[in-house]
């Protein structure tokens, strides 16, 4: 409707209360301030409905159904406030928190609630990949049901045992990588709606991961294998850092890139067709994890130089955090060590203690890399990785 | 020990919801804000707070209109002198409604003689005194049939109203009493289903809830009234107090507005009792 209309609208028989003052209130939104709008209809009660509802909604009549248009017409929505741009450019740097959990680029009504999210900077948590990440993380989503479940198990009871506790220690990692990002989930502004996605689906992931190992663990046998006390003890350091950028360090690139040089080493050395197809399956998962965690640290690391010192800083601090622990416990290298082998001959264990070595350098060489990519120097890259856990995670 | 300031401006409200708490409490701290020395007290029904008030233990009263009747007849008893300051632009110029069945035989309001009329609680304005005064003016008789929710509040809480509009629906009573806006509002519920109903009849304007102060009041009086009416819709902090406590703006406070609901007083002698009690 443009200015230029006449200044009636016509709801014709429609009561008030069942639509009609939709019709109302859109002409007098048309109108300029000062116009006067007079409403014609046929419902009986139109004149008195009309008077009650004009009087809630601070709207001044003239006689029976002349309404007069003032800014009241807008209602609510005078002083509403754009929370920022709708797609990834309309990201601003620090959203306010009375935008809360509107959808970027809504309107928000003036007088919202603050909700103050910890983690509420572009800064700390934006990348611009992230939208295409959660396209490809839920593109990318797996039924763990679609695993070669009825694969008969022919190794040794030894080698299962092995199998057993890996896939033991494995589940408990896995807890860890699904705590630590469903916590900063919880914190992130909803402005980065992205960001605050990629998590989710990343809390899925390891969700599923904890499904598919711990079925395994369970394939054959009826109880898991063992727990240790320094393993909790690394993943407890995890759990503990409550910096987000921290956490996104030293759980996806260090923990998790590690994770994934070892699932590669059980999906070409398990020694059952099941057992390697779970490796495949939950390596393109964590593939997505780290690659996540470099994006948003590489441009929280553009935005704040400084973060440098501070990652190295953590690196340090869970070294020594960790100092009075065993490192891998025994358990766990001796099962991989096992499993690698396949069997008791003696050229069997050589050719497992050996794939053992290599997956150590592997994944040393791994964690090199993306240091690197973070924008360190070799030296530094060797230093650091050098003092991460040597329990992997 | 700690005490209350002896100076702090008092008002009194009546709690007919929860809700109440939450605006008043929102009224205080934007008062304070502003410097004014703000705090308010809660009574269960408008009769206690009328007579709290007459003992002076709130300066300012938020009354309903029969409780502005209770408070102005009291004052004037006792020679004290007894206005309104202020009242929401949503208060002024109610009409309220005379409901039937859309397929009844009524036509008129003359119809109505001798037919069961469902009311609001007995000490509703709106729902009861307005419009069974309005029937009665008319020289039309009729039998009310009451539905008390929560008497005391005066009708604030919607109720028996609703009550009475679902025994319309049943067929319980002949046609049933409300304020005009819930025409609208029971309709957009589902109470009236989509062309259940027609309006008989529809009473004057009258006015509803206002400020009442007796007496001198408190010093501070003026300001608190020029800070009611400075409070903006377009004004952020303000808009959720302003859409809780259900207006736009507050207006000056005027009289003219209760005639009928004193005239359906002295016709029914609602408030009889209560003066008597009050001495
Ligand atoms: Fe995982
Ligand atoms: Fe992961």
């Known amino acids: 409707m443009s200015p230029a209309a006449p200044p009636t609208v016509d709801v014709g028989a429609l009561p008030l209360a069942a639509g009609g003052h939709l019709l109302v209130r859109r002409a007098l939104r048309a109108l300029p301030d000062g116009a006067r709008l007079t409403v014609v209809g046929t419902d009986p009660t139109l004149a008195l409905d009309l008077r009650a509802w004009a009087r809630g909604q601070g709207v001044p009549v003239e006689g029976e159904r002349t309404l007069v248009r003032t800014p009241a017409a807008e209602g609510r929505w005078r002083g509403a406030e754009r929370a920022g741009g709708a797609g990834p450019d309309g990201v601003v740097d620090v959203p306010s928190p009375r935008w809360g959990l509107a959808l970027r680029g809504a309107a928000v009504e003036a007088g919202s609630p603050a909700l103050h999210f910890p983690l509420a900077t572009k800064a700390e948590v934006w990348t611009d990949e992230a939208a295409r990440m959660y396209r490809k993380a839920a593109a990318a989503q797996w039924d763990p049901a679609s695993l070669p479940w009825d694969t008969v198990v022919d190794h040794p009871a030894e080698v299962e045992d092995a199998v057993v506790q890996v896939m033991t220690y494995l589940v408990e990692n896995e807890v860890a990588a699904l705590l630590v990002p469903a916590r900063f989930l919880a914190q992130v502004h909803p402005h980065f709606r992205e960001v605050l996605q990629v998590l989710a689906v990343q809390a899925a992931d390891e969700a599923r991961h904890i499904e598919v190992f711990a079925r395994r663990a369970l394939h054959v046998r009826d109880v898991p294998g063992l727990s240790t006390s320094g393993g909790q003890t690394s993943l407890a350091t995890l759990l503990a850092e409550p910096d987000f950028a921290l956490s996104t360090f030293l759980l996806s690139v260090l923990g998790e890139g590690s994770f994934l040089t070892l699932l590669w080493f059980l999906a070409e050395h398990a020694p059952d067709p099941l057992t390697r197809a779970i490796a495949r399956a939950t390596a393109t998962d964590e593939a997505r994890h780290v690659a996540f965690g470099l994006a948003h640290l590489g441009a929280h690391l553009a935005a704040e130089p400084d973060l440098r010192v501070r990652l190295v800083n953590a690196v340090t601090r869970r070294h020594q955090a960790l100092a009075g622990t065993a490192g891998l416990n025994e358990e766990v290298h001796d099962a991989l060590l096992l499993l690698a082998a396949g069997g008791w001959e003696h050229a069997q264990l050589a050719e497992g203690a050996a794939r053992v070595t290599k997956l150590a350098a592997d994944m040393d060489e791994g964690r090199q890399q993306r240091l690197k990519l973070l924008g360190f120097d070799a030296a530094e890259a060797e230093a650091m990785s050098s003092l991460h856990t040597r329990n992997f995670m | ?279």
């Open chain 2, 1 to 279: 020990m700690l005490r209350a300031p002896s100076d702090t401006l008092l008002l009194g409200a009546v709690a007919y919801d929860p809700k109440v708490v939450t605006i008043w409490e929102g009224f205080r701290l934007w008062f304070a804000e502003r410097g004014l020395d703000f705090d308010f007290v809660l009574y269960s029904n408008y009769e206690r707070q009328v007579a709290a008030h007459l003992n002076g233990e709130v300066h300012v009263a938020w009354n309903s209109p029969l409780a502005w009747i209770e408070a102005r007849r009291a004052a004037l008893a006792r020679g004290i002198a007894c206005e309104t300051v202020a009242m929401r632009d949503t208060d002024q110029d109610l009409t309220s409604l005379v409901i039937v069945r859309a397929d009844s035989p009524y036509r008129t309001v003359a119809d109505l003689a001798g037919a069961r009329v469902g009311v609001g609680a007995g000490d509703s304005p709106q729902a009861t005194l307005l419009p069974l005064h309005w029937l009665a003016a008319q020289g039309v008789t009729v039998e009310a049939r009451r539905f008390d929710v929560l008497v005391g509040k005066h009708g604030d809480h919607v109720g028996g109203e609703r009550d009475a509009a679902r025994a319309l629906m049943r067929g319980e009573v002949d046609a049933c009493c409300l304020i005009d806006g819930n025409h609208a509002a029971f309709t957009k519920e589902g109470t009236f289903p989509l062309g259940a109903v027609r309006v008989l009849g529809q009473t004057g304007a009258y006015d509803h809830c206002n400020m009442t102060v007796l007496g001198d009041g408190h010093p501070e009086m003026g300001r608190f009234v020029e800070l009611l009416m400075s409070m903006s819709w377009d004004d952020p902090a303000v808009r959720p107090l302003l859409e809780m406590e259900g207006l736009r703006e507050w207006r000056p406070g005027r009289v003219e507005g209760y005639v009928a609901l004193e005239a359906a007083v002295e016709r029914f002698g609602t408030i009889d009792a209560f003066l008597a009690d009050v001495g």
